[in-house]
């Protein structure tokens, strides 16, 4: 397989001089998963990690429900990227095949896009896990996260996702050039690893849009950490799914966007 990482040369201009050397940047690549022979989607992906991405793409895009549905996951490498060779139960083709007849078609008319649309905003699952969290300790599992990010460490150019229990600390990470793709990867490696998503913290290094919230209601993660803000159809789907919202986290604090009980703050704080 192709490595993460490559080295590229540059021409750095710094102030008034002109240095010539090189940089560590992220290799992107083609990724095409197949489902018993059949196309489903390409995704501009970091080539590491790849069965854990397989996995956790089929579970948060409701292709399979659970890991057993998945028979085998073949790893090619091709000139044009990379194939993700999937084989799934005969039950579960079925629904890929009836998925893909809903989506395809003429959408010119104002009508024919409404399947569309409900199968891009389904109804978020719901999420029970009520653990709480202190405040020192969301910023120290920031950290922890920060520290874990060895390809970031070597390009500055890519996401992570990773998974925090209170007693255990980072349970696993995953990063990739797409904010998407590094949280499917980790999803993945939990399935994998029979982890259960119900007792910790999701923290992600971008802004939290639906698809996060939406793949993080399939981990069945009760908080979503992010250094950046979300989006506001991001914070209706975290209040509907039932899942703690934190955003804008950083070493001097946080902002708490949707069910606020697993946060113990002061009640002082709380009021204002």
Not at 255 to 266: A, M, N, Q, S, Y
Request: charge should be negative; proline fraction near 4%; aromatic fraction near 4%.
């Amino acid at each position: 397989m192709p490595a993460p990482v490559r080295l590229v040369r540059r021409t750095a201009w710094r102030g008034d001089s002109r240095a010539e050397g090189h940089r560590s940047v992220p290799e992107e690549l083609a990724v095409a998963f197949t489902y018993n022979g059949t196309s489903h989607a390409v995704m501009m992906a970091t080539p590491s990690d790849l069965e854990d991405f397989a996995s956790g793409f089929s579970l948060t895009e409701s292709l399979v429900q659970r890991l057993d549905e998945i028979e085998s996951v073949e790893i090619l490498e091709l000139d044009e990227g990379i194939e993700l060779r999937l084989w799934v139960t005969e039950e579960r083709m079925q629904h890929i095949r009836e998925r893909h007849r809903r989506l395809t078609g003429p959408t010119g008319c104002g009508l024919c896009g409404i399947e569309s649309l409900a199968e891009a905003l389904p109804a978020p699952r719901q999420v029970e896990g009520d653990i709480r969290l202190e405040p020192a300790t969301i910023i120290a599992a920031l950290g922890q996260v920060t520290s874990a990010q060895a390809l970031n460490d070597a390009t500055r150019a890519v996401h992570a996702a990773g998974f925090w229990r209170p007693g255990d600390g980072l349970v696993a990470l995953r990063e990739d050039v797409g904010r998407h793709n590094a949280l499917d990867k980790l999803v993945g490696a939990l399935a994998r690893a029979g982890e259960n998503g119900s007792d910790g913290a999701l923290l992600i290094s971008s802004r939290i849009s639906v698809e996060m919230v939406q793949k993080a209601a399939v981990l069945g993660a009760p908080v979503i950490v992010a250094v950046s803000a979300p989006t506001a159809l991001a914070i209706r789907t975290a209040e509907e799914a039932g899942i703690t919202l934190v955003g804008i986290a950083r070493t001097d604090g946080f902002e708490v966007f949707t069910h606020g009980r697993r946060i113990h703050l002061d009640p002082a704080l709380q009021a204002t």
